[in-house]
Structures are given as C-alpha cells and as structure tokens.
C-alpha cells in the first residue's frame, strides 16, 4: 500500500487513464475515488476546440 502524505501547503498530482470514456465532449467533470476509504474528488474541464 502506498501512503502519500501532504502538509497542509503541499501538493500533488497522479495521472488517470480516461480513454475508456473517450472522446470526452466539453464540460466541466469531476473524478471521486476513494483513498482508505475516504472520498477525494477533482475537478477538471475540456474546454471547446
């Protein structure tokens, strides 16, 4: 199990594999996964070609 574990001034940033909903339309979207049992979400936009 990896812990990742950030200060209240840190950041960080993992990439997730989306092709299997592509092609994405425009909009705003959000991404919930849960992390030891706790949601965590982010937000993300595809903005208009």
Same mark, same amino acid.
């Not at 812990?3 to 990439?15: G, N, Q």
């Not at 592509?22 to 936009?45: C, D, H």
């Given at each position: ?14 990439? /997730?594999?989306?092709?299997?909903? &592509? $092609?994405?339309?425009? =909009?705003?979207?959000?991404? /919930?996964?849960?992390?030891?049992? &706790? $949601?965590?979400?982010? =937000? ?6």
């Amino acid at each position: 199990m990896i812990a990742h574990i950030l200060e209240s001034d840190e950041e960080a940033t993992e990439e /997730i594999n989306l092709t299997y909903y &592509e $092609p994405l339309t425009p =909009g705003r979207y959000r991404v /919930i996964r849960q992390i030891n049992g &706790e $949601p965590m979400a982010a =937000g993300f936009e595809v903005p208009e070609e």
